[in-house]
């Protein structure tokens, strides 16, 4: 239960612009698996869309294994 209570405030300090790594559960079939972004859009319920270099891609909740916010200086090489 503490698991999901710390995700759950994780995505509430979350806000849009923001850039994360998301690692999302294997059955969602989502590649590349863990995925950076940005965060595009952010619903009350926490659910939000990835803006990646592949696209925007939307990510529920009930999907996510784990989450980091990156600097905003962060790049890929």
Request: glycine fraction near 8%; aromatic fraction near 4%.
């Amino acid at each position: 239960m503490a698991i999901f209570e710390s995700l759950t405030n994780v995505l509430r300090t979350l806000v849009v612009g923001d850039r994360v790594k998301v690692t999302l559960r294997p059955e969602t079939g989502r590649f590349p698996n863990p995925m950076e972004g940005e965060i595009a859009r952010k619903d009350d319920s926490g659910n939000f869309s990835l803006k990646s270099e592949r696209g925007e891609v939307r990510i529920n909740t009930g999907d996510i294994l784990s989450i980091s916010k990156l600097s905003k200086q962060s790049t890929r090489s």
